[in-house]
Every structure is written in structure tokens, then in C-alpha cells.
């Protein structure tokens, strides 16, 4: 195993280059499309070296394109706004109710419990338009149509059984005995819950949220099955703002830099539980 | 202070049976040892008693209050646990500190509470600390003073000895009866270590796959088992047990040891002509001259000096292995041939089929009545 | 210690029986979940009617009209067979690379596991951008991808603007960003395999190939078929990046199932229609999915065995 050829090193380094430059190149391109003028972007055969403007930043954030043919209104701050809340909102949501039945399921083995986790769980891989197209009609009738809270409601179909499951498997890593001992000197079962369970599952319990969190964000077919333009977040609006303003492709590989930070931003820091969190916890990192 | 009892307690998990309609009455203020082989059920009657789980029939009573339906914070009990069940993000001092915190005392009366105990158990210096900065004797002795710290009424140690290094154990065994006696509290102790059951238990209960087989002082249980497992399980070499069939002559009853007949002093009627175990502790063997009534023929094979005592392990003619035990200092022969008496009075015989004891000392006996 | 000793609590006020307390605590998440399975009761009943949006007073329960009509209605096998082959290759061409990748990889190292975090990056985007990432640089006009396709003959390469190109495009897409999903769970199970048998086998002086067939590959089964089957599952439902891509275009070139039901919801309106497609992709996925849980459960159990 050790002595590995000098060629096989070779042929390895160039595997792992050309895997890199596959999986980073649509990215670090985007970024450096995000800083040039529609000009550079649009020159042939397309620059490597260039002045770097912020002006694609200006325009986003001030939500105002001048351009020679007049001033162009661009909403895409509220959708990244639309973006933080949405996901922020539904995750914390998702863990108010996904920690209690978590650790419903994980320590009290009651009846049923099973199949209602696994009810829960199922939501996960059934086709998301299946419920949403029906849903448009009721949310309609209910007045729910392009309201946060209709689109939070439907957001715990992707951030609940995540969280549900990951948390799970969090408590029931925690010794039963543990939270025995601080029963049997007196405690009730929530301060138990409180000082005991909740500590020891804390750091599932942050990276189930995260992972939520960036599901939440990256989802795209609920907000474009069930919001309009003012409630939309950052993967459904880049889709509009590209279609409405053309050829500004200064501002929108701008827009998508800012729409990919944040999610990026989270995996990066919370990549130690992405593995569990991905496969539901079927796999340790 | 109270009593403890458990009225035809079961306990199933799935198709299992755990608890096997189990009653059992701790006196106020006495030290009840649980012993048995893992998966007896010792530690799921700790759990039934203290609250954390249910019994599936039965009733638990704590101070005669019925307690069945109470949830484990309501029950007054402390509770120490095998593998400790220090809370991993508290220090030392915090763990000890949850029982006071639970019925509101003061800070200071905290500090006190948790500071006196801790000189007691010798940890005072190391209250600041996380669990995983702790010795396994450290956590040990965490674990004993949260359950101690609260003078709880009732205390439930389930093996607590069992995790730490030898020496500590052996320091434990001699510091734990007084700790215990100091406290007056009603104890349960559960172990697997027959001379931690010897030493600390005021009575102990012998438990296997979900009974109880026997009751009774550690002296009762060591002179009188109630069957051969118990005969083996307790003592230190374990007990000679030699295949005999038992018959009568003019003199008594008597049977065959190595072409010796020897004759038991007891009831053994019924045990005449029948396939029997006879058990034989090695200090009730030692070695006689030659000549002497029932004196049985033996070459010494080995001998190992243990602390207080000389085991010598030797054969018979038969070929037979015999462990002979002996005080440490008294004079011996250490090699050649010998000849060992039997103390008859001591001799414990047993029916070979259902390994029980025959006999009329059979007071604790749970299973007798088959014998004839 | 007679300042602080242990009183007895008594029970007091209000108090959840342990019988109903978990009920309580996972009733919230149950209540709200049950707002998602109303719809999908709907939808059922939805799938046996003649039900337009834009004829709502022709609605009626057709029953199996909708289904049957499917046997003859090209268009219904075009989906079908789209949405498998797109599954079908992507999910074979990720696993491959996703395991070549985890086994390059797979030695720690300060580097790999760098570049095994730089590779998360991809799978961290939002599908739907991503597929705009990769629109932005398949652009004819400008396209960085089109200019490089240019230098190496492909003077004309239209990517996901032709029919005949169109699916290579979008598979692309989902290359990049789910190789990294099958990747990571494959060298999270690489890296948990007992080293025993492979320093055994190189002592042995037993050759790569047979290490890799009889050894690696057995003992990575159950992490390939769960990654596999979670990725077949989500990707015979891919939506985002064909929908940003080309929204089932060019013609209907990639009108996968969701594509296509939503397609028929909300452009013809065909509610009863798009119901049935989704009835019909639902039996699928739950046929996967009760496959997939077997095997997650199995390797789940084994997980938490580690903890």
C-alpha cells in the first residue's frame, strides 16, 4: 500500500486537479463575472485578467441600474430578505416542534411512534408537487396564497423530518442512565429535558437547524408554485430578474454570488455534521 | 427513614419476563444485597424501585406509600449508578449539587451539603472539574456522593464497585458498610461480587432469571444455599462438589468418599439411594494423621499461599480433585501423601437432578418440596 | 448535612401523565404535517376526475380516464421515459465519479480533507442557481463553455437550447452539483471500513483489483445502495435545474414528471392530468423509498451502534 509508483502519484495528482478545476470552476467563474462590466463579461475570447468594479454590487443593494437607456428597478434585495426570512423562520419553527417529538420518539417508545416517524420521514422523498399543486387551490380558499405563513407551513415538509431525524439519532446517543440520575434527584422529566437532554443533543441539535437552514434556502418549487414576486425568495427571483432584465449579466452572476454566500458561508462551517445531516444520519462524518 | 417492599412485581419486555412475580421487603435502616449473575434482573428491580421504569403488575411501596404510579422525582430515593451517569457537561461539583437544587435549598445550604459529602468521599479537591477530567475512581465516588448528598431515605447502588481499579475496590468495600451504617438509610445493593455481598449485605437476595432463589444473612446463604449454583457462586475457592449416592449402615447415614465411608451428621433420610451432589467448602477439609476415623487417602498436587489462608489442591485415589483450605501460619504438609478428614457437620449435600439441597436446616429453601 | 437534606417532593398543580406525555410532545409536529397530507388526498381524488382550471364546470369524476388515457398519449411516454433516463444516468455517472473521487481521497490528509470540504461547495448551491450558473456560461453569445466548446471544434454547440444536446446539458448540471452528495458519504464510509483486511491483503501481496472487487466494494455495499437509492429518488423527481434550465424545453425534449405536471397545471390547466402524473411518480418513489429506508435503516443502526 505504501510505496505507491511515482506514476501512479502523478496520474492521481492530475485526477484530483481535474476534479477541482470541474467543481470549482463554475463558481470562482461566476464570482469573477460578478465583479466585471457587462463589456469585459461580453468581450471574446472572455478575460482572465480585468479591472474589477463593484458597480454590479451597487446596483443590487441600491436597487437602482442606471444604464443609458434610464433607471431600472431591481427588487432582488427583497427577495434575498424574502430568502433570510423565510429560511430563518421555518427552521425555527421546524425545531419549536421537531426537538419535543425528536425526543418523543427517541425516548419514549410509544405506540405508533414508529410509523408516525416514519410518516414523517416519507415526506421527505414523496414529490413535493404531488401536495403543492392541490395546495395552490386550498391555500387559495383559506387565504393562505402568497403569505409567509403559507409558504413557512410548507417549508416544514423539507425542515421538519430533518430535523426530526437528525435529532433523533442525537438523543438517543445519550445515555438513558444519564438522564435517569437527574430524574431520581428530583427533577421533573421538562427540567430534565431542559438541563440534561437539550445540552447534550445541543450541537445536533445547531447543525440539524443549519442543515435546514440551507435546504430551506436553496428550495426553489414552493416559492415559485406558491408565492408572486414580493414574497419570493433568492432561487426563484434570480430566475425572474434574468429573464426581466435581459442582459445585465454583471448583476445577476452578482446576484447569485450573494444568493450562494450565506448557504456556502453555513456548510463551510458547520461541514463536521454535514455527512450525518445529509443522510439523515445514517452515516457519521 | 422507610421501608421498601415490592408486592408481586412483573416486569416484561416484550415476550421476556423479567421480573417474575417478585416480592420483596427491605426493613428500614437495612442493607439488602442483590447478587446474582448478569440478566438476573437486579438492576431492572433497581430501576422499578427508584421510578424510572414501570412495573407491567405489582405494587412498589416506599415507607408503606404506594409509589407504583409516582414518576422517579416524587419518590425520595438516591441512586448510584454502574457506569456512573455523571451529567457530562456539569462539573463535579454540580452533579453532586442536583439533588439540593431539585428541592430549592439554599446556595449555601448547597455549598455545605455538597462540601461535607465530598470531604467524606474524598473528592473535595477536584469538585471543580468536568467529568472526563475525573479517575474512574473520582467519577466513582462523584457518583456515590449525588446519591448520598440529598440523605435520601431510600439508597439504590447498582454495582457501583464495579468500574474502578481493584485496589479501590477493596478500600471501598471496607469504607462503604460504615458510610452506609453513618447514613441509617434503607440500602439496596446490587453486585456481582460475592464478597462485596458478604461484606456489606445485612441480608442478601440471591436473584437469578428473574427470581428470587434464595433469602438470608450472608451467613445463612454461605452455611445453608439453596441449591448448588448458590453453593458455587459464593465462597472463595469454591466449594468441593463430588458425585455421591448416600446409603445407611448401623451408625447412620454415610457416603463413599475414595473407598472411606463417611458419615453425615443431619437429616438425610430421604436422600438414601438417590444420585446426589455432595459439597464439601475447603475449610471444612483438613488434613489428619493417618489412622484417624474416615480419613481419606490423598496425594498433594499444589499448594497456593493466599492472604489470610493456604489452598492446597489435592487428588484421591480416584483421581478426584479436591481443594483443601487451611488459616495462613498453621502447619501443613505441603508435599507426598496425606490423608484429610471431612467436618461432617458442614457437609452440604444436594439432589444431583435439580440441584437443591436436602436437608432439615432447608428454612430459606423457595423451591423445596420436591425432594421426596 | 442537615441544612440541605432531601425532602420528599410531593406531587403538586398540574402534571402530564407519562402515558400521554409523548403524544404531547410530538402532536404539534403531527398536526402541522397532517396539513400535508390532506392535499395529497386530494390529489388522489384529483387524478380520477376530468378536472380544467379553465373548465371548472365541467368537473367530474372520470375515474380511471386519466390513467388509461396514458397507454396511448405519446407525450406521457416521453415523460416516462425521460425521467428514467435522466435518473438512470446521472445517478450511475455520480456514483462512479463520486466513488473514484472518495477513493482518491480517501487517505487522510491535511489536503484531501481540504479539498473534500471545497468539493461540498457544489451541493451546498441551490439547484435552481446552479442551473443559472451554468446557463450564464453555456450562453452562445458569451459563454465561457461556448468559447472553450469553440477551441475544440464544436463551433456551434447550442448546449441546452437543443433538443439533441439538451440532456447532456442538464445532466451536466446535476453532475455537478450531486457527485459531491454520493462522494461524501462514500468516503465517510471508506474511512470507516476496519483497516484489518487491507493491511492483511497487502501483506499478502494480493493485487489492487482484487482488493478493490472482493473487499472494498462488498464491504462499501451498503453505503453505495444508500447513496444510490436517495439520489435515484430525488432524481427521478429533479424539478429545479430543468425547470431553470430550460422549463422542459426545447419543445418537450425534457418534460420530466414534475416538469410536466406542473407544466400541465398551470399552462393547460389540466389539473386532472397533472394529478395523475403525480400519482403515477409517487408509486415510483415509494416503491424506491421503502427499498432505500430498509437499507438506511440497516446502516443508521449501525451508525448510532458506533456512537
Given amino acids: 500500500m505504501e510505496h505507491t509508483s511515482l506514476l501512479e502519484r502523478i496520474l492521481r495528482g492530475i485526477a484530483l486537479t481535474l476534479v477541482v478545476i470541474f467543481f470549482m470552476f463554475p463558481i470562482v467563474w461566476i464570482f469573477m463575472m460578478s465583479f466585471q462590466t457587462n463589456e469585459t463579461i461580453l468581450r471574446i475570447p472572455p478575460q482572465l485578467v480585468f479591472k474589477p468594479t463593484l458597480a454590479n454590487y451597487t446596483a443590487l443593494i441600491t436597487g437602482k441600474l442606471t444604464t443609458a437607456a434610464g433607471t431600472l428597478d431591481i427588487a432582488f434585495m427583497r427577495n434575498l430578505w424574502n430568502s433570510v426570512f423565510l429560511s430563518v423562520t421555518s427552521v425555527a419553527v421546524a425545531l419549536l416542534l421537531g426537538v419535543p417529538a425528536a425526543y418523543a420518539f427517541a425516548r419514549h417508545k410509544f405506540r405508533g411512534s414508529e410509523d408516525i416517524a416514519f410518516t414523517l420521514l416519507s415526506f421527505r422523498f414523496a414529490p413535493a408537487l404531488l401536495v403543492l399543486l392541490p395546495l395552490t387551490l386550498y391555500f387559495q380558499k383559506l387565504g393562505l396564497a402568497n403569505t409567509y405563513i403559507g409558504l413557512i407551513w410548507v417549508y416544514q415538509l423539507i425542515c421538519l423530518p430533518l430535523i426530526l431525524w437528525i435529532v433523533r439519532g442525537y438523543f438517543e446517543d445519550i445515555p438513558a442512565d444519564i438522564e435517569y440520575a437527574y430524574r431520581i434527584a428530583g427533577h421533573s422529566w421538562f427540567a430534565t429535558f431542559r438541563k440534561i437532554a437539550l445540552p447534550l443533543a445541543g450541537p445536533g441539535i445547531a447543525a440539524a437547524g443549519l442543515l435546514a437552514f440551507i435546504f430551506a434556502w436553496n428550495n426553489f418549487v414552493f416559492a415559485l408554485v406558491l408565492a408572486s414576486a414580493d414574497k419570493q425568495p433568492v432561487t426563484v427571483g434570480a430566475l425572474a430578474f434574468i429573464t426581466s432584465s435581459g442582459i445585465q449579466y454583471g448583476q445577476i452572476s452578482a446576484a447569485i454570488v450573494l444568493s450562494i454566500t450565506p448557504t456556502l458561508a453555513l456548510a463551510l462551517y458547520a461541514q463536521r455534521y454535514l455527512v450525518e445531516g445529509l443522510s439523515l444520519g445514517a452515516v457519521k462524518g | 427513614m422507610a421501608s421498601l417492599e415490592l408486592r408481586n412485581v412483573v416486569k416484561r419486555y416484550k415476550s421476556q419476563t423479567v421480573l417474575d412475580n417478585l416480592s420483596l421487603t427491605v426493613a428500614d435502616g437495612e442493607t439488602l444485597v442483590l447478587f446474582g449473575p448478569s440478566g438476573a434482573g437486579k438492576t431492572v428491580l433497581l430501576r422499578l424501585v427508584a421510578g424510572v421504569i414501570d412495573p407491567d403488575e405489582g405494587k412498589i411501596l416506599i415507607g408503606g406509600e404506594d409509589m407504583t404510579d409516582l414518576d422517579a422525582e416524587f419518590r425520595g430515593v438516591g441512586m448510584a449508578f454502574q457506569n456512573f451517569a455523571l451529567f457530562p457537561h456539569m462539573t463535579a461539583f454540580d452533579n453532586i449539587a442536583t439533588p439540593l437544587q431539585a428541592n430549592r435549598s439554599s446556595q449555601s445550604a448547597i455549598k455545605t451539603g455538597v462540601q461535607s459529602v465530598a470531604k467524606l468521599l474524598k473528592i473535595g479537591h477536584v469538585l471543580s472539574h468536568k467529568p472526563r477530567a475525573l479517575s474512574n475512581g473520582q467519577k466513582q465516588r462523584t457518583a456515590l456522593a449525588r446519591a448520598l448528598v440529598g440523605s435520601p431515605p431510600v439508597l439504590l447502588l447498582d454495582d457501583p464497585l464495579r468500574n474502578v481499579d481493584a485496589k479501590l475496590r477493596f478500600e471501598m468495600r471496607l469504607e462503604l458498610p460504615r458510610l452506609l451504617a453513618d447514613r441509617g438509610a434503607t440500602v439496596v445493593y446490587v453486585t456481582q461480587d460475592y464478597k462485596e455481598a458478604m461484606a456489606l449485605g445485612d441480608r442478601i437476595a440471591v436473584m437469578s432469571q428473574g427470581v428470587i432463589k434464595q433469602l438470608g444473612t450472608p451467613e445463612q446463604i454461605y452455611r445453608e444455599p439453596a441449591n448448588i449454583e448458590i453453593a458455587r457462586l459464593f465462597g472463595d475457592p469454591t466449594i468441593n462438589l463430588l458425585d455421591v449416592k448416600p446409603s445407611r449402615d448401623a451408625k447412620g447415614i454415610y457416603v463413599g468418599l475414595s473407598n472411606v465411608q463417611v458419615h453425615l451428621a443431619g437429616a438425610y433420610e430421604t436422600a438414601v439411594g438417590r444420585d446426589c451432589v455432595i459439597g464439601l467448602r475447603p475449610e471444612a477439609l483438613s488434613f489428619v494423621d493417618e489412622g484417624t476415623p474416615a480419613a481419606i487417602p490423598v496425594t498433594i498436587e499444589a499448594e497456593t499461599p493466599l492472604n489470610e489462608k493456604i489452598v492446597t489442591l489435592v487428588r484421591t485415589v480416584r483421581g478426584r480433585e479436591i481443594l483443601v483450605s487451611r488459616p495462613a501460619g498453621t502447619p501443613g504438609q505441603t508435599e507426598g501423601r496425606a490423608h484429610i478428614g471431612v467436618d461432617s457437620k458442614s457437609a452440604l449435600l444436594f439432589d444431583r437432578a435439580s440441584g437443591d439441597r436436602i436437608g432439615s436446616k432447608n428454612v430459606v429453601n423457595l423451591r423445596s418440596g420436591e425432594a421426596a | ?307
Fill in chain 3, 1 to 307: 448535612m442537615t441544612a440541605a437534606t432531601m425532602q420528599r417532593r410531593r406531587p403538586s398543580g398540574f402534571r402530564i401523565s407519562k402515558k400521554v406525555l409523548p403524544y404531547v410532545l410530538s402532536l404539534p409536529a403531527l398536526l402541522v404535517c397532517i396539513g400535508i397530507l390532506i392535499p395529497f388526498f386530494t390529489s388522489v381524488v384529483y387524478s380520477f376526475q376530468r378536472y380544467r382550471l379553465s373548465q371548472p364546470w365541467a368537473r367530474q369524476f372520470n375515474w380511471g380516464d386519466n390513467y388509461i388515457s396514458f397507454f396511448t398519449d405519446p407525450k406521457f411516454w416521453n415523460t416516462l421515459e425521460i425521467s428514467l433516463l435522466y435518473a438512470g444516468i446521472t445517478v450511475l455517472l455520480e456514483l462512479l465519479l463520486g466513488l473514484g473521487i472518495a477513493m482518491l481521497l480517501q487517505k487522510r490528509s491535511t489536503l484531501n480533507n481540504f479539498i473534500s470540504i471545497m468539493l461540498l461547495m457544489p451541493l451546498m448551491t441551490a439547484p435552481a442557481l446552479a442551473a443559472l450558473m451554468w446557463k450564464l456560461m453555456t450562453n452562445p453569445g458569451f459563454g465561457v463553455l461556448s468559447y472553450l466548446a469553440s477551441l475544440i471544434g464544436l463551433q456551434d454547440f447550442r448546449w441546452a437550447s437543443s433538443p439533441s444536446t439538451a440532456l447532456f446539458t442538464v445532466v451536466l448540471v446535476d453532475i455537478w452539483v450531486y457527485t459531491p452528495f454520493i462522494m461524501i458519504l462514500l468516503l465517510a464510509g471508506l474511512r470507516s471500513l476496519p483497516t484489518q483486511p487491507f493491511e492483511a491483503a497487502a501483506l499478502d501481496g494480493v493485487p489492487r483489483s482484487f482488493v478493490f472487487f472482493r473487499i472494498t466494494l462488498p464491504m462499501l455495499t451498503p453505503y453505495i445502495l444508500t447513496a444510490t437509492l436517495f439520489r435515484l429518488l430525488d432524481s427521478i423527481q429533479q424539478f429545479d435545474i430543468i425547470y431553470a434550465m430550460t422549463q422542459g424545453g426545447p419543445g418537450d425534449t425534457l418534460t420530466v414528471f414534475q416538469v410536466e405536471a406542473y407544466l400541465n397545471f398551470f399552462q393547460s390547466t389540466n389539473v386532472g392530468r397533472s394529478a395523475a402524473l403525480m400519482i403515477i411518480l409517487w408509486a415510483i418513489t415509494y416503491f424506491l423509498s421503502n427499498i432505500f429506508i430498509k437499507n438506511w435503516l440497516r446502516l443508521r443502526e449501525r451508525a448510532r451502534g458506533q456512537a
